[in-house]
């Protein structure tokens, strides 16, 4: 795939993550493309569905293999907003996507290279190629802005909190 095709991809993620935004959730979204076109979508809803497993790339891989009718995704490419985690980084080697589009890494949790590679690693049977840093200021910039709007928010509870113990 070319840039541009990378980009309008990730525009697509990036429209997922909006919506975990919407639901107060971690903005973090996915989509998965096969000849051209998204098979599948997902975005974080850990706290909305009370379940860890709740991520986008395993929303997304659940949607795409459900449309493939295989849990095989071998010709397909993964686009996620925020690099994935351990789970995420295992589940896309599991599903055999051979290529992975990622907007911004996660110095804190991140398996595509930040803390470990898990999908390039050595001794699987299958390895990914990766592209970062696709539309990285938007997808940064989401994140931020719902971590700052958080850490807000904490604040005035807390604020409120000891006003109505005075």
Not at 30 to 53: F, P, W
Not at 92 to 107: A, K
Request: hydrophobic share 35%; aromatic share 6%.
């Amino acid at each position: 795939m070319n840039e541009h095709e990378d980009e309008k991809y990730m525009r697509a993620a990036l429209r997922e993550a909006n919506k975990a935004y919407n639901l107060h959730e971690v903005p973090i979204g996915c989509v998965i493309v096969h000849e051209d076109k998204i098979i599948g979508r997902g975005y974080n809803r850990r706290n909305t569905d009370h379940s860890a497993l709740s991520h986008a790339e395993i929303s997304a891989i659940r949607s795409a293999c459900r449309k493939i009718g295989d849990w095989r995704l071998e010709e397909c490419t993964m686009y996620v907003t925020l690099e994935p985690c351990q789970m995420c980084s295992g589940a896309i080697l599991q599903s055999r996507i051979p290529r992975v589009v990622i907007g911004c890494m996660n110095p804190k949790a991140g398996c595509a290279g930040s803390i470990i590679n898990l999908l390039q690693m050595d001794g699987f049977n299958h390895k990914s190629d990766i592209t970062r840093g696709v539309l990285e200021e938007e997808c940064s910039s989401l994140l931020s802005l719902f971590f700052k709007e958080l850490r807000l928010e904490l604040k005035e509870e807390k604020e409120k909190a000891a006003y109505e113990e005075e």
